[in-house]
């Protein structure tokens, strides 16, 4: 299910597309043109790989007349000489080696032809599969093509074309071999200019009636065509097979080239209708240039096909171009040729009508035979600015042409008539309510002198302004635009209506409080005026409104937000450094210093008053025991205080209290010794 | 024994496939899948893709409503980019929708979405969901009568010839682009609220988005510079998502035509279409603007080994590395931008990094005088560039007790007045005992 809708909605997807693509250039397709050649040039400036590489680059570059570099062709012919001489070449190599031959002319020696000749004849007869009818047979039409061999014909001619026919379907297309079930267009091509090269190299007539299903089979493959909504037709690719994936390109160019060459090989018509021709032309010429090689050779080789057939040459009338300036009095021309850009035959173009506009009449094309190109001059005199689409029509001088040559009956074009739009009478103004004006100031949008406005919300802002086309009709721009922009970027934009002649708008501020978000402020006033047509369109600021809201009430809408700037979101942020907590302040050491000074003195009064009072040690134990206890005591009282010193110069608390406990246990020994000896003594002189 | 053997022979024949993904060390995109709505794009639109593949990737062109479409295959992804060349496509085929592609985005894979008037609405809620809003009037076209491409053929003024391109060497190459793009399509516009999306290519002031010739009545929805003609999304996976709204843009026709601005005299032979979408297209598969940074490390002034703590007011020095791919290889990255935060809750310091030009970045600094648990972090963000984001704990502890200062000549007075106190005691204890 899901693969039939697809197969269903492929094609539909690909006209719209298509459509679309082609939506801008209408029905307008140009011929073959130099770009095509310069494009051809890129695209097969790569060295080729195979032979049918060859071919297609060589065949291009011969169809556009775009001249090769001379190392390709003798690189090629080394290369075909080879191929033709090589015992082990296969169909598709000889196929290729003589269509390189058939552009190059090589010069191939005749005993490798006769090879080449009887392997191929031995080809057709053994064939079994469409492919290689198409290449012994097609190989066989070269060598006949190429006069390298007289006198060559196919044995059993009708036999072989009954081969093949027994490989048709009833819808037209062809399968690839008897045993595989799945037919495509492409094969249907290669299956008619197989049938072709039969007949060319029949010595018999082939049988009529075989011919004539042949033709049936040519119309139903034609009932399969797909369409475009500009007249183009194609074949449609098939999307995979045995044979690689064919786009409609390749299947289109491969049923081109059978029928072109099935026409030219049969007597009578083909009834094909030349509409069904030229929207082939169409189509080959509607892809533009394609980037891919084989596309462009498909594309290239198709064109070159229909420019010469039998059934009806296609021929396009284009334009150089459909923008024209009446400021510049450019003159519409209108050129004929076939599809690959040559000269039309003598004809005649009518502008039978232009849709819409009974102002223009019929008239006929002046022939500018300088330029080969039809001319429509008295243009700017009775025409005025807009589109139009001019209806077309091609009457050839000589009524013979009719049937060689497959045209448009009526060839619808858009034209585009660009002039200079006047525009007048603008003015600007801040109105009150009661329509009284309070300022009204005149606008000169070629100046550069801003106005300056101010408004609150029970006034209105009014501008109006005229445009006129060079003939002095009002004209109606596709554009007309007031942009009110606030200082915040939120922006307002408003259609300029008009009425009849006028342009008129009135922003009546009241209203549109809401739909302002009451943002008062400076607000920059935009007018765009622009159409296709006009050749002055402007952008311009008008000048500046400073508008006076009331307070937004508690439930009024935000504005949007506005999306910040790409630019400063990004970039490095501003450094930071570290702020350290300050030091405290501290006086100057000399002063510090100073109190240590002051510290000292008393110390030093101490010690003086010791002095003066005369102090003697006279009581210190005499006997060598005590003695040794007291001077022991002081010196453990001494290293208690030195511990202190040294607490504060380097020791821990730690260290400095399990010190002090040795010292506390010693000091509380000799202490004691010492100052029971004193009291000892002294309690010894008061009892005495 | 035979299904082993095919098993095995399937198994072999995807190693290399798994060899080519997408990884951290090589972030440029390999395997692309092309969805088309039709297969003669491929050769009107062949110059893109020659591009692509003259610079390696491998293409996989299908029809966008082929029905074995899959992105995904036992879990992994069979392709690294996907190319939305399928405006007009209602429905993908297969495994494939809008869901489908999203999550193929969320895991780091880079989308090229290409819409045109024709484009649906999924190629709409695809854009969408990349926070990039398309023009909801259906058949409405970025209209501008200042800006566009002077043409014979082709007078409605929607061939809009744009110059405004982003200001950024990683996203569009280090040449300036010269010739305007030549756009046809539809506007978009960016939701205000998403830091992510850029505009690559803006619409001028006099640009709106209408139908080119029903009348206009209301006003358009659309307008002036915020109208966005060509837009890129960098995800914070560092996916990288381009939203165009003209197909044609990447077309060879486009690219090969010569462009006029009208108002102006100056005409190029060549649009700027080509170097635009190439340069667009190398940022978008990463073979530009992909940084990696790593090493990140730091050492106490006059160590060298890593410490693990550092002390307050310790000074220090901080090395990264930091590359950038391209395209083949990791070369170091230069730039004068990327900083260094000391950070706890918030940055304490905040210092650029200077840069040997050889990849290394250093700094160096003193730490707070605030103890806790710090982080290095490198947040870098730098327009068109994968952002980095690095981070390394480090704690800070404060003084120890033997670490303050001992001799503070404020204190000498209280000093001295202790030890003459002791000289005192000392003297007056052995005169006081031994005097008679």
Redesign the interface.
């Given at each position: 299910m899901a693969r039939s809708l697809s197969g269903f909605l492929a094609p539909i997807v690909a006209v719209a597309l298509i459509c679309c693509s082609f939506a801008a250039a209408a029905s307008i397709f140009q011929p073959i043109s130099e770009s095509h050649r310069s494009a051809a040039i890129e695209t097969f400036a790569r060295s080729y790989g195979s032979l049918e590489e060859t071919y297609e680059a060589l065949q291009t570059f011969d169809v556009l007349g775009v001249e090769r570099k001379p190392d390709v062709g003798t690189a090629a012919c080394q290369s075909v000489s080879q191929t033709l001489a090589s015992s082990s070449s296969t169909l598709k190599d000889i196929f290729y080696a003589l269509k390189v031959n058939g552009v190059l002319k090589c010069e191939v020696d005749t005993d490798s032809v006769e090879g080449i000749v009887s392997t191929l004849q031995t080809a057709v007869g053994s064939a079994s599969s469409l492919l290689e009818f198409y290449h012994s047979i097609g190989g066989l039409v070269l060598v006949k093509n190429q006069a390298l061999k007289d006198d060559l014909y196919l044995a059993d001619a009708e036999g072989v074309f009954r081969s093949i026919k027994a490989l048709s379907q009833s819808d037209g297309r062809w399968r690839y071999s008897s045993s595989n079930p799945e037919s495509s267009t492409y094969a249907a091509g290669s299956a008619l200019e197989a049938l072709a090269g039969v007949i060319s190299l029949s010595s018999s007539e082939i049988d009529q009636s075989l011919i004539g299903t042949t033709k049936n089979d040519i119309l139903k493959l034609f009932e399969r065509v797909e369409k475009y909504d500009d007249g183009a037709v194609y074949f449609d690719g098939e999307e995979s097979d045995a044979h690689g994936n064919q786009g409609p390109i390749t299947s289109t160019w491969s049923v081109v080239t059978g029928i072109t060459s099935f026409a030219a090989v049969t007597s009578g018509n083909l009834n094909l209708p030349g509409e069904k021709i030229l929207g082939l032309a169409k189509f080959f010429l509607g892809v533009g240039i394609p980037g891919d090689a084989k596309d462009f050779f498909n594309q290239v080789d198709s064109l070159a096909c229909l420019e010469n057939n039998r059934v009806a040459i296609p021929l396009i009338l284009s334009l150089p171009a459909t923008v024209n300036s009446l400021t510049r009095k450019d003159t519409l021309k209108v050129k004929v040729s076939t599809v690959l850009g040559s000269d039309a035959p003598p004809l005649k173009i009518k502008l039978v009508r232009a849709k819409d506009t009974p102002a223009i009449e019929s008239q006929e094309l002046k022939f500018d035979s300088a330029n080969k190109v039809h001319v429509l001059d008295t243009l700017e005199k009775s025409v005025d600015v807009g589109n139009y689409i001019f209806v077309f029509e091609i009457v050839f001088n000589d009524p013979e042409h009719k049937k060689a040559y497959a045209v448009e009956s009526k060839t619808e074009v858009p034209i585009f008539l660009t002039g200079a739009v006047k525009v007048g009478n603008a003015k600007i103004a801040v109105l009150d309510s009661d329509l009284g004006s309070i300022e009204t100031q005149n606008l000169d949008f070629a100046g550069e002198n801003l106005v300056s406005l101010g408004a609150n919300h029970l006034q209105k802002l009014k501008l109006r302004f005229q445009l006129t086309t060079p003939l002095g009709h009002p004209f109606k721009p596709h554009q007309a635009i007031l942009k009110l922009t606030h200082e915040s970027k939120v922006d307002h934009v408003f259609v300029v209506g008009n009425t009849g002649k006028q342009f008129e708008i009135v922003l009546d501020f009241l209203g549109l409080v809401d739909k302002f978000y009451y943002l008062s402020g400076k607000y920059e006033i935009q007018l765009t005026v622009g159409d296709a047509v006009m050749e002055n369109s402007f952008f311009r600021v008008i000048g500046h409104l400073d508008l006076d809201l009331p307070e937004a009430p508690e439930k009024a809408p935000r504005p949007p937000v506005q999306p910040a700037d790409a630019y400063s979101r990004y970039g490095p942020k501003a450094e930071i450094a570290h702020i350290f907590r300050a030091p405290e302040k501290r006086p100057p050491q000399e002063l510090s210093l100073a109190f240590l000074g002051l510290t000292v003195l008393p110390l030093l009064g101490f010690i003086i008053g010791l002095l003066r009072l005369g102090v003697n040690l006279k009581n210190f134990p005499s006997a060598a025991a005590p003695a040794a206890f007291a001077a022991l005591f002081h010196v453990g009282i001494g290293s208690v205080l030195l511990l202190y010193v040294f607490f504060w110069l380097k020791l821990d608390l730690f260290t400095t209290l399990k010190i002090l406990g040795f010292l506390g246990v010693f000091l509380l020994f000799v202490g004691h010794r010492t100052l029971s000896h004193l009291a000892s003594t002294s309690s010894k002189v008061k009892s005495a | 024994m035979a299904k082993l053997a095919i098993f095995f022979a399937l198994t072999l024949s995807f190693l290399p496939f798994l060899s080519h993904s997408f990884s951290p060390d090589t972030p440029t995109d390999r395997r692309i899948l092309v969805l088309l709505?039709?297969?003669?794009l491929?050769?009107?639109?062949?110059?893109f893709?020659?591009s692509l593949k003259s610079r390696g990737f491998d293409l996989d062109f299908k029809?966008a409503?082929?029905?074995k479409l899959a992105l995904q295959r036992y879990g992994q992804y069979l392709y690294d980019g996907l190319v939305l060349f399928a405006?007009?496509?209602?429905r993908f085929?297969g495994a494939l929708d809008v869901a489908a592609v999203l999550d193929f985005v969320d895991s780091g894979h880079d989308l090229i979405v290409a819409a045109?008037?024709?484009a649906s609405d999924l190629i709409k809620s695809v854009a969408t969901e990349c926070g990039v809003d398309f023009d909801e009037e259906p058949s409405a076209m970025v209209?501008?009568?200042?800006n566009y491409a002077v043409?014979?053929?082709?007078?409605?003024?929607?061939?809009i010839a744009a110059d405004e391109l982003?200001?950024s060497d990683v996203i569009l190459g280090k040449t300036k682009i010269e010739a305007p793009v030549l756009f046809?399509g539809i506007a978009h516009s960016?939701n205000?609220?998403n830091?992510l999306a850029?505009?690559v290519l803006s619409a001028?002031?006099?640009t709106?988005s209408?139908h080119?010739t029903a009348?206009?009545?209301?006003?358009?929805s659309l307008?002036?510079s915020a109208i966005s003609l060509v837009s890129v999304v960098q995800a914070r996976n560092n996916a990288r998502i381009m939203i165009s709204g003209s197909l044609?843009l990447f077309s060879?026709?486009y690219m090969?035509s010569s462009v006029q601005k009208a108002g102006s005299h100056s005409k190029y032979e060549k649009s700027g279409n080509e170097q635009f979408v190439i340069e667009l297209s190398k940022w978008l598969f990463h073979e530009r603007g992909h940084l990696k940074a790593g090493n990140l490390r730091h050492v106490k002034v006059g160590e060298t080994n890593e410490p693990a703590m550092y002390r307050i007011?310790d000074d220090l020095e901080f090395y990264v590395d930091i590359y950038e791919w391209s395209g083949n290889s990791w070369e170091p990255y230069v730039a004068d931008?990327v900083?260094v935060?000391?950070y706890m809750m918030s940055?304490?310091?905040?210092?650029?990094l200077s840069t040997d030009k050889k990849g290394l970045y250093h700094t160096s600094?003193?730490v707070?005088?605030?103890y806790g648990v710090f982080q290095f972090k490198v947040e870098y963000?730098?327009?068109g560039y994968t952002s980095l984001s690095l981070s390394k704990q480090i704690p800070v502890r404060p003084f120890r007790h033997?670490e303050y200062e001992r001799f503070?000549?404020?204190?000498?007075?209280y000093?001295?007045?202790?030890?003459?106190?002791?000289?005192?005691?000392?003297?007056?204890?052995?005169?006081y005992?031994?005097?008679?």
């Open positions: - | 709505d039709d297969f003669s491929k050769s009107s639109h062949s110059i893709f020659t029809l409503d082929d029905p405006p007009s496509v209602e085929g045109d008037t024709t209209i501008d009568h200042q043409s014979d053929v082709d007078g409605d003024h929607t061939l982003i200001n046809k960016l205000a609220a830091t850029l505009k001028s002031p006099s709106y209408a080119p009348k206009l009545s209301s006003p358009p307008t002036g044609d060879n026709r090969k007011k931008d900083q935060q000391f940055p304490y310091v905040l210092k650029t600094f003193k707070p005088d605030v963000q730098k327009l033997n503070i000549t404020t204190a000498f007075p000093y001295g007045a202790s030890f003459t106190t002791m000289a005192g005691f000392f003297i007056f204890s052995v005169v005992l031994y005097n008679k």
